[in-house]
Protein backbone atom coordinates (compact mmCIF):
# COMPACT_ATOMS: atom_id res chain seq x y z
CA UNK A 1 0.00 0.00 0.00
CA UNK A 2 1.52 3.62 -1.34
CA UNK A 3 1.53 6.43 1.00
CA UNK A 4 -1.54 8.13 -0.40
CA UNK A 5 -3.34 4.84 0.78
CA UNK A 6 -1.80 4.64 4.64
CA UNK A 7 -2.79 8.22 5.14
CA UNK A 8 -6.22 7.30 3.67
CA UNK A 9 -6.73 4.88 6.39
CA UNK A 10 -5.33 7.26 9.53
CA UNK A 11 -7.74 9.64 8.53
CA UNK A 12 -11.03 7.17 8.11
CA UNK A 13 -11.29 6.70 4.59
CA UNK A 14 -10.64 3.59 2.24
CA UNK A 15 -8.66 4.86 -1.18
CA UNK A 16 -12.23 4.60 -3.15
CA UNK A 17 -13.84 6.73 -1.39
CA UNK A 18 -15.58 4.79 1.31
CA UNK A 19 -15.72 4.86 5.09
CA UNK A 20 -14.24 2.61 7.42
CA UNK A 21 -17.22 1.00 9.57
CA UNK A 22 -15.91 -1.70 11.82
CA UNK A 23 -12.01 -2.09 12.54
CA UNK A 24 -10.94 -5.31 13.90
CA UNK A 25 -7.25 -6.05 14.08
CA UNK A 26 -6.16 -4.63 10.54
CA UNK A 27 -9.32 -5.62 8.85
CA UNK A 28 -12.25 -2.86 7.56
CA UNK A 29 -15.52 -3.39 6.56
CA UNK A 30 -16.43 -0.95 4.03
CA UNK A 31 -19.86 0.25 3.53
CA UNK A 32 -21.84 -0.20 0.59
CA UNK A 33 -22.44 2.71 -1.23
CA UNK A 34 -25.98 4.30 -2.19
CA UNK A 35 -27.35 3.75 -5.24
CA UNK A 36 -26.00 6.84 -7.32
CA UNK A 37 -27.88 9.48 -9.55
CA UNK A 38 -25.95 8.79 -12.80
CA UNK A 39 -27.24 4.97 -12.69
CA UNK A 40 -30.64 4.59 -13.31
CA UNK A 41 -33.46 2.70 -11.59
CA UNK A 42 -34.18 -0.45 -12.63
CA UNK A 43 -36.49 -2.95 -11.99
CA UNK A 44 -35.02 -5.82 -10.43
CA UNK A 45 -34.86 -8.70 -7.75
CA UNK A 46 -31.70 -8.38 -4.96
CA UNK A 47 -31.33 -8.75 -1.31
CA UNK A 48 -32.38 -5.03 -0.70
CA UNK A 49 -36.30 -5.91 -1.83
CA UNK A 50 -36.36 -3.77 -5.17
CA UNK A 51 -38.73 -5.23 -7.05
CA UNK A 52 -40.74 -4.61 -10.13
CA UNK A 53 -44.69 -4.59 -9.54
CA UNK A 54 -44.66 -7.05 -12.39
CA UNK A 55 -43.41 -9.56 -10.29
CA UNK A 56 -46.43 -9.62 -7.87
CA UNK A 57 -48.84 -9.98 -10.13
CA UNK A 58 -48.50 -13.78 -10.28
CA UNK A 59 -48.30 -14.17 -6.71
CA UNK A 60 -51.56 -11.96 -6.32
CA UNK A 61 -53.50 -14.35 -9.09
CA UNK A 62 -52.50 -17.44 -7.27
CA UNK A 63 -53.94 -16.07 -3.84
CA UNK A 64 -57.21 -15.11 -5.91
CA UNK A 65 -57.69 -17.96 -7.60
CA UNK A 66 -57.15 -20.26 -4.20
CA UNK A 67 -59.83 -18.25 -2.31
CA UNK A 68 -61.69 -18.03 -4.96
CA UNK A 69 -62.09 -21.92 -5.56
CA UNK A 70 -62.03 -22.10 -1.43
CA UNK A 71 -65.13 -20.59 -1.37
CA UNK A 72 -66.93 -22.02 -4.40
CA UNK A 73 -66.68 -25.03 -2.88
CA UNK A 74 -67.55 -24.03 0.50
CA UNK A 75 -70.77 -22.65 -0.82
CA UNK A 76 -71.27 -25.68 -2.93
CA UNK A 77 -70.85 -28.37 -0.22
CA UNK A 78 -73.32 -26.26 1.96
CA UNK A 79 -75.81 -26.19 -0.46
CA UNK A 80 -75.72 -30.11 -0.81
CA UNK A 81 -76.05 -30.55 2.49
CA UNK A 82 -79.10 -28.27 3.03
CA UNK A 83 -80.52 -29.89 -0.04
CA UNK A 84 -80.14 -33.75 1.63
CA UNK A 85 -81.29 -32.11 4.78
CA UNK A 86 -85.03 -31.01 3.41
CA UNK A 87 -84.77 -34.21 1.29
CA UNK A 88 -84.59 -36.31 4.66
CA UNK A 89 -87.41 -34.57 6.19
CA UNK A 90 -89.65 -34.75 3.16
CA UNK A 91 -88.57 -38.95 3.17
CA UNK A 92 -89.70 -39.43 6.48
CA UNK A 93 -92.89 -37.41 6.23
CA UNK A 94 -93.88 -39.02 3.11
CA UNK A 95 -93.15 -42.58 5.19
CA UNK A 96 -95.58 -41.16 7.86
CA UNK A 97 -98.31 -40.42 5.47
CA UNK A 98 -98.06 -43.98 4.33
CA UNK A 99 -98.02 -45.25 7.56
CA UNK A 100 -101.36 -43.10 8.58
CA UNK A 101 -102.98 -44.01 5.36
CA UNK A 102 -102.34 -48.01 6.21
CA UNK A 103 -103.97 -47.18 9.31
CA UNK A 104 -107.08 -44.77 8.79
CA UNK A 105 -110.00 -46.36 10.17
CA UNK A 106 -112.64 -45.06 7.64
CA UNK A 107 -111.16 -47.09 4.46
CA UNK A 108 -110.29 -50.59 6.58
CA UNK A 109 -111.78 -53.51 6.43
CA UNK A 110 -112.63 -54.92 9.72
CA UNK A 111 -111.91 -58.48 11.07
CA UNK A 112 -114.49 -61.33 10.84
CA UNK A 113 -113.67 -62.00 14.58
CA UNK A 114 -112.50 -58.97 16.41
CA UNK A 115 -114.53 -56.91 14.24
CA UNK A 116 -111.50 -54.36 14.43
CA UNK A 117 -109.84 -52.50 11.22
CA UNK A 118 -107.33 -54.80 9.92
CA UNK A 119 -103.98 -52.41 9.19
CA UNK A 120 -103.58 -52.28 5.97
CA UNK A 121 -106.69 -54.38 4.05
CA UNK A 122 -108.70 -52.00 2.29
CA UNK A 123 -112.31 -52.02 1.32
CA UNK A 124 -113.06 -51.00 -2.27
CA UNK A 125 -116.37 -49.89 -1.14
CA UNK A 126 -114.86 -47.87 0.98
CA UNK A 127 -111.91 -46.50 -0.84
CA UNK A 128 -114.97 -45.53 -3.81
CA UNK A 129 -116.69 -43.07 -1.05
CA UNK A 130 -113.62 -41.80 0.05
CA UNK A 131 -112.57 -38.04 -0.81
CA UNK A 132 -109.35 -35.96 -1.16
CA UNK A 133 -110.92 -33.32 1.39
CA UNK A 134 -111.77 -35.70 3.93
CA UNK A 135 -108.48 -38.00 3.44
CA UNK A 136 -106.24 -34.25 3.83
CA UNK A 137 -108.12 -33.94 7.26
CA UNK A 138 -107.29 -36.99 8.48
CA UNK A 139 -103.30 -37.15 7.66
CA UNK A 140 -102.76 -33.46 7.94
CA UNK A 141 -99.73 -33.41 5.79
CA UNK A 142 -97.77 -30.05 5.17
CA UNK A 143 -96.84 -30.49 1.97
CA UNK A 144 -98.20 -31.99 -1.49
CA UNK A 145 -98.83 -35.11 -2.03
CA UNK A 146 -100.71 -38.17 -4.00
CA UNK A 147 -101.25 -41.07 -2.37
CA UNK A 148 -102.81 -44.16 -4.99
CA UNK A 149 -103.76 -47.52 -3.95
CA UNK A 150 -103.44 -50.11 -7.10
CA UNK A 151 -105.32 -53.70 -7.12
CA UNK A 152 -102.56 -55.79 -8.58
CA UNK A 153 -105.12 -58.39 -9.67
CA UNK A 154 -107.65 -56.48 -11.28
CA UNK A 155 -105.37 -53.18 -12.27
CA UNK A 156 -107.91 -50.69 -10.42
CA UNK A 157 -106.53 -47.54 -9.21
CA UNK A 158 -107.86 -45.04 -6.38
CA UNK A 159 -105.80 -42.04 -6.65
CA UNK A 160 -106.07 -39.36 -3.42
CA UNK A 161 -104.30 -36.11 -3.57
CA UNK A 162 -103.08 -33.05 -6.26
CA UNK A 163 -101.60 -33.82 -9.67
CA UNK A 164 -97.87 -34.00 -10.00
CA UNK A 165 -96.24 -31.02 -11.71
CA UNK A 166 -93.84 -31.46 -14.26
CA UNK A 167 -91.02 -29.69 -12.92
CA UNK A 168 -91.05 -30.07 -8.94
CA UNK A 169 -87.99 -29.39 -7.63
CA UNK A 170 -87.70 -32.44 -5.22
CA UNK A 171 -90.14 -35.47 -5.03
CA UNK A 172 -89.77 -38.51 -3.13
CA UNK A 173 -91.67 -41.89 -3.35
CA UNK A 174 -92.47 -44.36 -0.97
CA UNK A 175 -94.24 -47.63 -1.92
CA UNK A 176 -95.96 -50.15 1.05
CA UNK A 177 -97.60 -53.53 0.52
CA UNK A 178 -101.54 -53.72 0.73
CA UNK A 179 -104.43 -55.75 0.35
CA UNK A 180 -107.86 -54.68 -0.73
CA UNK A 181 -110.79 -56.40 -0.44
CA UNK A 182 -113.28 -57.21 -3.04
CA UNK A 183 -117.23 -57.36 -3.29
CA UNK A 184 -117.03 -60.68 -3.53
CA UNK A 185 -115.69 -61.71 -0.42
CA UNK A 186 -111.95 -61.88 -1.97
CA UNK A 187 -108.60 -60.42 -1.21
CA UNK A 188 -106.21 -59.52 -3.92
CA UNK A 189 -102.97 -58.07 -3.29
CA UNK A 190 -102.06 -54.02 -3.67
CA UNK A 191 -99.50 -51.16 -3.29
CA UNK A 192 -99.98 -47.92 -1.95
CA UNK A 193 -97.85 -45.57 -3.34
CA UNK A 194 -97.31 -42.03 -1.80
CA UNK A 195 -95.54 -39.34 -4.04
CA UNK A 196 -94.77 -35.95 -1.57
CA UNK A 197 -93.28 -32.85 -3.62
CA UNK A 198 -92.16 -29.09 -2.87
Not at 15 to 41: I, K, N
Not at 146 to 156: A, H, I, P, S, Y
Not at 167 to 174: R, Y
Request: proline share 5%.
Amino acid sequence: MGQKGRMANEQGRLPDGGQRTAYCGQRTTPVRRPLSAERPFVFRRDRRAIGGFFEEIPAFVVVVLSVSLFLVAAYTTLGRLGQDRELSSLQDECQRLCRAFRGYEAVLEKGQISMEPESGVFEAGKLDALDYSTLQGALNSPHLYNLTVRDLLTGQNWSFGCGLPAGAAMKVKVSSAAVVANGNGGHDPARIGVVMWE
